[in-house]
């Protein structure tokens, strides 16, 4: 299974704030849209990623406070990526080596969305679902009266 599979499933709505947008006003966003991470666009291109991780870190700094802090002095500048034709093996590598949550998917400077952990652990659920479900109909349909191989 590969990236795009993935976002061929989920689909493409992507939610973005620029470098110069306040914190507060990007979590005000991840909030209403009940979402973890923000791709941070500048002059039509990724420049970084937002997430909780990045916003509680801002916080804690900042005594508790967001301030006037902008989104450029807190987000993640070089996030990990990954493209559509990335193995989904590689994948949960990746994030778990890193701590990653969120990638975003990038096809040369072209974003085509962003997947979380969450995607990733849901698409390996339902893949193992399905192949289970095959392996319990492959059993069922087993030819009456045929050896385990065993001789």
Request: hydrophobic share 40%; glycine share 6%; net charge negative.
């Amino acid at each position: 299974m590969k990236v795009s599979d993935i976002l061929r499933v989920k689909g493409n709505t992507l939610y973005t704030v620029t470098p110069d947008d306040p914190v507060a006003v990007a979590v005000q966003i991840m909030a209403e849209k009940d979402i973890g991470s923000l791709v941070v666009m500048e002059r039509g291109e990724m420049s970084g990623m937002l997430t909780f991780r990045e916003v509680i870190l801002t916080v804690v700094k900042n005594a508790g406070s967001l301030g006037n802090t902008l989104v450029r002095t807190c987000m993640d500048d070089h996030p990990l990526i990954c493209t559509p034709e990335t193995e989904l093996d590689e994948v949960r590598r990746m994030m778990l080596d890193r701590h990653a949550r969120y990638l975003p998917v990038m096809d040369k400077k072209m974003l085509m969305g962003v997947i979380s952990f969450y995607d990733v652990a849901k698409s390996v659920v339902e893949s193992q679902n399905f192949e289970n479900k095959m392996l319990k109909a492959y059993i069922r349909d087993w030819p009456a009266g045929e050896e385990s191989g065993e001789g």
